[in-house]
């Protein structure tokens, strides 16, 4: 399974490209409190990227109940919930927290699975059947022992590997939100922007 890094970064990717798209993802906010609510947004995205994994600590199997269409599906009634108590609920920030939240799952699918039974139980529980890609673009990190001298090793080349692959797409993602948070502001102070 990809690292807790990997996951966080998945989920702040989701949140970037949110921010981007048309829609609000809270109340209407100057440029500045723009940028702390979008921040929010991206920090609970992280968030509940990495909260499947918290599996490890439960006494259920890994990998099933909360890598599941399911858990992103509960993910968004739990979030319809939580943002509706304060009255201000928008479609855009429920599925981008569900989009988060399954960012994990997309991460998992795609990794190389040395210990059986391979992948996630996508559909559970109405299908008890494992998905995964085949194609191994994260390698696999170890949990049990993370203090022995070879998992270390081992998960230090995987977390390089994650970088590699994640930052670039992080970098384009931040350099495109910049330039578009940029040209909203501008559009603010000319008083192009309708509330």
């Given at each position: 399974?990809?690292?807790p890094i990997?996951?966080?970064l998945?989920?702040?990717?989701?949140?970037w490209v949110?921010?981007?798209?048309?829609g609000?993802?809270?109340e209407p906010?100057?440029?500045?409190e723009h940028?702390a609510?979008s921040?929010r947004v991206?920090?609970?995205?992280?968030?509940?990227?990495v909260?499947?994994?918290l599996?490890?600590?439960?006494?259920i199997?890994?990998?099933?109940?909360?890598?599941s269409?399911t858990?992103?599906?509960?993910v968004?009634l739990?979030?319809?919930i939580?943002?509706?108590?304060t009255?201000k609920?928008?479609?855009?920030?429920?599925?981008?927290?569900m989009?988060?939240y399954?960012?994990h799952?997309l991460?998992?699918?795609?990794q190389?699975?040395?210990?059986?039974?391979?992948?996630?139980q996508?559909?559970?529980?109405f299908?008890?059947t494992?998905?995964?890609?085949?194609?191994?673009?994260?390698?696999?990190?170890e949990?049990r022992?993370?203090?022995?001298l070879?998992?270390?090793?081992?998960?230090?080349?995987?977390i390089?590997?994650?970088?590699?692959?994640?930052a670039p797409v992080?970098a384009?993602?931040?350099?495109?939100?910049?330039?578009a948070?940029?040209?909203?502001?501008?559009?603010?102070?000319r008083?192009d922007h309708s509330?």
């Amino acid at each position: 399974m990809p690292s807790p890094i990997a996951h966080a970064l998945g989920g702040v990717a989701v949140a970037w490209v949110a921010d981007l798209l048309p829609g609000r993802l809270s109340e209407p906010y100057a440029p500045r409190e723009h940028h702390a609510a979008s921040s929010r947004v991206a920090l609970t995205c992280a968030c509940l990227a990495v909260f499947p994994d918290l599996d490890l600590l439960l006494p259920i199997a890994h990998r099933t109940v909360t890598h599941s269409v399911t858990a992103v599906a509960v993910v968004g009634l739990l979030m319809i919930i939580a943002t509706g108590v304060t009255g201000k609920v928008t479609t855009k920030i429920v599925l981008t927290y569900m989009a988060a939240y399954a960012s994990h799952l997309l991460l998992d699918w795609l990794q190389a699975d040395p210990t059986p039974p391979f992948g996630i139980q996508l559909l559970w529980p109405f299908s008890s059947t494992w998905f995964i890609s085949g194609w191994s673009v994260f390698r696999g990190t170890e949990r049990r022992h993370f203090l022995e001298l070879a998992t270390i090793k081992r998960n230090a080349v995987a977390i390089v590997q994650e970088l590699a692959i994640l930052a670039p797409v992080m970098a384009a993602l931040w350099l495109v939100r910049v330039k578009a948070l940029a040209r909203f502001a501008s559009e603010m102070s000319r008083g192009d922007h309708s509330p």
